[in-house]
């Protein structure tokens, strides 16, 4: 049972007939979950998605998925893997994470990579099996240095010159980065130290790491939260917040038919990307006070990308987990570890500066991709990469950047911030304006879906509390 339940009683909702009314801002993980909660207490809940689509960035490649700026398939030809291709959030974090618990209610089969498969690396410009690297000297200073990160006490620095501080060997950087700066959104170069070690210290569960075996990702949610559902209201694009009165007032346009529209709510629950808060597209009056201004500008949202890639055959070890250490695709991941004899398609997790060059290629940065993976497997991904009957080359990429309501991946803090802009940022205005996402985790869980849970638990204990 989720943790805010301990603190709210079931039995005890709001009065039948209740008017209190609750406007969710974003139908991603968090709006779902906060929406979901509160309709359980008896509270009018409506929920406002500028997109087509529910789930924000937990998204499952569909067979009729239609081609977008953001969606690219470089052939009309259907990958051949017989499990589902995630886009979005591919891996459950932590065995006894928020979200490892919902599956389990689920009654859904996973898969445990921590111990089912290995991770290898690209070192020295060779292939190397975990056995190898754990055997060198350098790759054992550089695992302890991200041991070490929750315990750090050094300058308001970058990772990357956190790393250099420490000694770190330059033939680690590439690993470095692809364990830390790519999986938090970004680059070793962009990422704060200090927040990174402070939010590490929060974390309290475990570190192994699942699939679901052959449930799709989004359809769990939708699942999960199917109470909420029913209450989204697509291409509802939200564009101003008033909070000065009495009652909050929503307006917006609807994307498809250009019309606006307005709401007046007893609170309003954002849960927007942080990309799109620093955008300035929604613009709320009075303005957003100072402390959320400043938090803002010490927190960042880069370019993401998730490449899938087909081949004939696999060359990279069946075996094999995720492959670290690339400087084009930092993060390769052995898709059907474990769940398919078919096991031949990568997920390509691109994040930050990488990310932002690869990006204006469009489908031409699969060559880029093949190439580095040619460098390291003597050409076989080229020799396998499957193509269709006109010779196109059969991949699909996910622009995160692209999609015009979420605009990168997601929320870290650079240097110079600290955990208390997640605070700040978190923190409601008064008794009307709420904040949820990933970006607002103050459990250590930022970036991923354990995040977005957890901050809508406390969401709706502040909604709660107002009350």
Excluded at 360 to 377: Q, R, Y
Aim: aromatic content about 8%.
């Amino acid at each position: 049972m989720p943790g805010w339940f301990a603190s709210c009683a079931k039995d005890d909702p709001m009065p039948a007939g209740s008017t209190v009314s609750v406007g969710v801002i974003g139908a991603g993980a968090a709006g779902l979950y906060v929406a979901d909660i509160l309709k359980a207490q008896g509270i009018n809940v409506k929920i406002f998605e500028a997109s087509d689509r529910i789930g924000g960035r937990v998204r499952t490649l569909k067979s009729n998925d239609k081609p977008s700026a953001s969606l690219l398939f470089t052939s009309q030809a259907a990958l051949s893997s017989d499990f589902p291709n995630e886009l979005g959030a591919g891996q459950i974090f932590g065995s006894d994470s928020s979200w490892s618990k919902i599956i389990e209610q689920l009654q859904l089969t996973t898969v445990n990579i921590s111990t089912s498969s290995a991770d290898n690396y690209f070192l020295d410009g060779a292939f190397v099996e975990s056995s190898v690297a754990e055997a060198d000297g350098d790759f054992t200073a550089a695992r302890n240095f991200v041991n070490a990160i929750s315990s750090y006490a050094g300058g308001n620095v970058s990772v990357q010159q956190a790393i250099e501080s420490a000694g770190i060997s330059p033939r680690m950087y590439a690993i470095l980065n692809s364990w830390i700066g790519n999986r938090y959104g970004t680059s070793n170069d962009y990422l704060g130290m200090q927040a990174l070690a402070q939010e590490m210290e929060l974390l309290t569960r475990n570190n192994e790491i699942l699939t679901l075996s052959d449930n799709p990702m989004q359809d769990a949610l939708l699942s999960r939260f199917s109470t909420a559902v029913p209450d989204v209201e697509v291409n509802a694009n939200v564009n101003a917040i008033n909070f000065g009165g009495d009652k909050v007032l929503i307006s917006g346009v609807n994307s498809v038919t250009a019309e606006t529209f307005s709401a007046e709510v007893d609170k309003v629950i954002v849960t927007v990307p942080l990309s799109i808060l620093k955008s300035g597209a929604i613009n709320f009056a009075p303005s957003l006070p100072s402390n959320k201004t400043s938090a803002l500008g010490r927190m960042d949202m880069d370019a993401t990308l998730r490449v899938l890639l087909d081949f004939k055959a696999n060359f990279w070890g069946s075996d094999s987990g995720f492959l670290f250490g690339g400087k084009d695709g930092p993060d390769y991941f052995n898709s059907g570890a474990g769940r398919s004899s078919e096991n031949r398609t990568m997920a390509v997790t691109i994040a930050g500066p990488k990310a932002a060059g690869l990006s204006p290629l469009g489908k031409e940065l699969i060559p880029v991709l093949l190439a580095e993976l040619d460098s390291i497997f003597d050409g076989k991904a080229t020799q396998n990469i499957r193509k269709d009957l006109d010779d196109n080359i059969i991949a699909v990429i996910q622009d995160w950047t692209l999609e015009p309501t979420i605009q990168g991946g997601v929320a870290y803090a650079k240097p110079g911030g600290t955990h208390q802009d997640r605070i700040d940022l978190a923190s409601p205005i008064g008794k009307s304006v709420f904040f949820a996402g990933e970006a607002t985790d103050l459990n250590g869980e930022f970036g991923n879906l354990n995040g977005a849970l957890l901050s809508a638990e406390r969401c709706a204990q502040e909604i709660i509390d107002s009350l």
